[in-house]
């Protein structure tokens, strides 16, 4: 049954050095803010997993938090590169960063197949590109029927599962809508999960591919209006596309970054925190 | 095509590029599209030649209808518009894997003249020079979608003579590879620079110039591939853009 | 691209002697007319495909037009057996039946795998049972990392796939909503697809749990209000559970059976026919 | 459990099997439902003692909430009241074989001591005496579910040495098979009928008569049952239904 609580306590109760952990979101839903607490409360040795590891995984890995990255496409959408993941990955810069890299159509396979409590999951993929070739984690099996040979992919079991959604109920049950993309299987791949709602509301308004999560599959739902900044929530906020190009030239110099992250991230303690301490131009105008 | 050519309104090569992609695109074609200039060309289709393209996003938004040209492929103005929006699992098992889409468009850091793409990285993969995003959505939509479309600016430090990595499978070496492998796709059947348009020849079994952009020399195109590019006998120059293909361009951009 | 038709030039143009079909629907907006068409128009030699076989099925192989049945669960949900069903396996009336059955999650996997291109679909299901013993198409292949054994079951693909749904579009896009079962994936397992909808519409009301079939990924459309019938659609009928309890007696009687059939579907020749030659209290207060 | 026991009432023992499976059920448990005692069983709990019981039906309705007994598993009024209505892929993959279903309520036409159900066939496979509808979900509810309640009518018929057909396994011959097969569930743990309750005895390997309904006698359950069937220790009799269990019940069927 779901718990509610902060998110410092939250983070503190849920991630663990060394777990390994997602904060999913496909453009939408991204959970910012957590990212921003596990900065804050100095996680070390984590595995990272995400389809799209962005601003949010940027600064995770500058700062220091992983030791692997799991991943199918790793930048700063229509900005540019990630440069603290490239440091890490080009010059152990802060650290050496272990990779294993999939596509995306392999990384839903694993997220669905953990999902669906299986160990693997198969797909029509990888064939004849050097992906194959650099990970232990993407193997063939035949067709039992027809002989043909597929991809096969371990499930992506999570001891952490991190999303933000629009609404949680009372009773802890979630609701999300808009682009959903493997924020469920994010849920249901994890052992600990932790759900951040723009609100609590009495009761759902059922919504147009509206997905719930029952609560009795929520692990701790925290209240974090604008938690995904600068991602959005649908008919909650407006995506920052400002705050992606923004970002890169802070990315870009690492003591440029390790100032920011310092003024922005480690002196602040909340997310509302965190938000007061920005240029207002890249917050306003960003409420839906 | 294009019956409007007015060779006096100037235009960047960047739109020549985006409009000679747009007219890969017939009505009614189904196309699989990522952000950047895929996303703009295709967009530009919609809104000149081909109003019934549909767009599909591997967000999960199928028949996206974005009245501006989205920052991501995960935009608001996406779902918002589209058909449907369905989960990141299925828009990959049911629509692509199933080779339900006509159209690729795919980028690439190097290509060769295979087209074979690489996005992973620049030299070694264990100690790479220039790590890049990696493979994406790539992989797949070069083997399932009916045919790929890439899209890159035209340099020898971009169509190369061999790539360090092969993210997603063209033709191989041109042996034959996506039969013996069974892929569903056909592959890339174009490759679309700001200098030009390379096709690939089944019977030569790589990528051949088949048309430059105006004003740009054929010596140009070569110049600027790193491998020794063959000329189709068909070669000739892309029409210019229309005015009304920059103006919907331009509509989009905000240029 | 859709093409709209009526449901004889549908049934005419799509289904042919010795076709695999599957009418799906699970309890809800199952097919019944495009049945009752089937058996008008004398189709024979059909596999016939479903999860849940019911009455309109009983009234398939009862009438000759079926040579297999593929299937997971045989009954008159509430209300008995399938008598005609039965008669066709116990006793190979009217023709012998070759039957291949699955459990539930057998065939939702093989649907799934089919409407994914992939040749096989791989659960956790079947094991010590019995099942595995009376078909081929249960075999186990073992996961490339654990060594699990999983069980494998072949795709589901069909020749025509034919759903209920509630609404088109003049554009041809479906639109159904409610209980969806494997509606979809019926639709994207097959050669050819016929959907019979409630009404078609100038443009969509997004919907609630609402699953739309875009016009480039169905065949043909066919408006035929309570096609259904005795089976409902959500926010257009209720379903017609006396049906269910009227059929058993009838169905039990192989002559009861075959003049019943004669009356209401061989001499009419329409879905609005048949409603019309039902006594009124099995079809009255249906409509929502 | 039930504190206003009221002798005087009559009850049928179909009513008393519906009060004994809903007893089954703690306020919070998971349970996947299928139609007939199933579906009142849970239902009669969820009016009951278990407010918080949460109903899964295999059409997809999650957490369905319905206010009279769903003739069907797809009626209406379980998508309606839903928390949420996934697709049937979905239900069976991301929901039952991921292991999040406490409880699975199973019927039988034949079920032998090991709590193994047949309801595919009486007689010969290939030339069967009685056809019975075949599996449904059950194979992978018995498989997946943690704990399996199996509801029957009491007779020699359904209580048999021997299942002519293994549907759903249960506990195989006693002997540990379904951990050498590596089932995540525990497998039938009670077996309800219309004279008692059976519960699985792990030492004894095989299920153990332990309720038996007032007003049956021991005998006349050995008489009823196909096999020769132990006596836990622990034998006592089922409280009777209360007035409340009575009064929920009959509001559902409108006796």
Known sequence: MTKFSTLSEAIEANVHDGDRVALEGFTHLIPFAAGHEIIRQGRRNLTLV??????IYDQLIGMGCASKLIFS???????GSLHRFRDAVEREIPGPLAIEEHSHAGMATRYAASASGLPFGIL?????TDLVEVTDNVRFVSCPFTGESLAAVP???????????????????????????VQKETVLSAKRSIVLVEEIVEHFVPHVNGVVLPNWVVGTVVECPSGSFPSYAQDYSERANDFYAYWEPISRDRDRFLAWMGEHVLMTETNAGFLASLDSHLVESTRA | MPSDVVQDVTWTSDEMMAVAAARELSDGTVCFVGIGLPSTAANLARATHAPHVVLIYESGCIGAKPDRIPPSIGDGVLSVSADAVVGVPEIFAYWLQAGRIDVGFLGAAQ????????TTVVGNYQSPAVRLPGAGGAPEIAAS????????????????????FITSLGHG???????????????PQAIITDLGVLRYDDSQHQFLLSEVHPGVGVDDVLAATGWPLLVADSLHETPAPTTSELSALRSFTGA
Request: proline share 3%; aromatic share 4%.
């Open chain 1, 73 to 79: 496409w790793a930048g700063n959408p229509g900005a």
């Open chain 1, 124 to 128: 029509r993929g990888y064939a004849g």
């Open chain 1, 50 to 55: 995400r389809m799209t590891p962005d601003i």
């Open chain 2, 145 to 164: 979608c009916d045919r790929v479309i890439i899209t890159l600016r035209h340099s020898a430090r971009g169509l190369v003579e061999k790539i360090d």
């Open chain 1, 155 to 181: 499930a992506l079991d999570l001891d952490v599962g991190i999303i933000c959604a629009q609404q949680a109920d009372r009773q802890g049950n979630v609701m999300l809508w808009g682009i959903t993309g």
């Open chain 2, 173 to 187: 070496d041109g042996s034959g590879v996506r039969e013996r492998l069974g892929l569903p796709g056909r592959g």
């Open chain 2, 111 to 118: 290509v060769d003249r295979w087209g074979n793409i690489n």
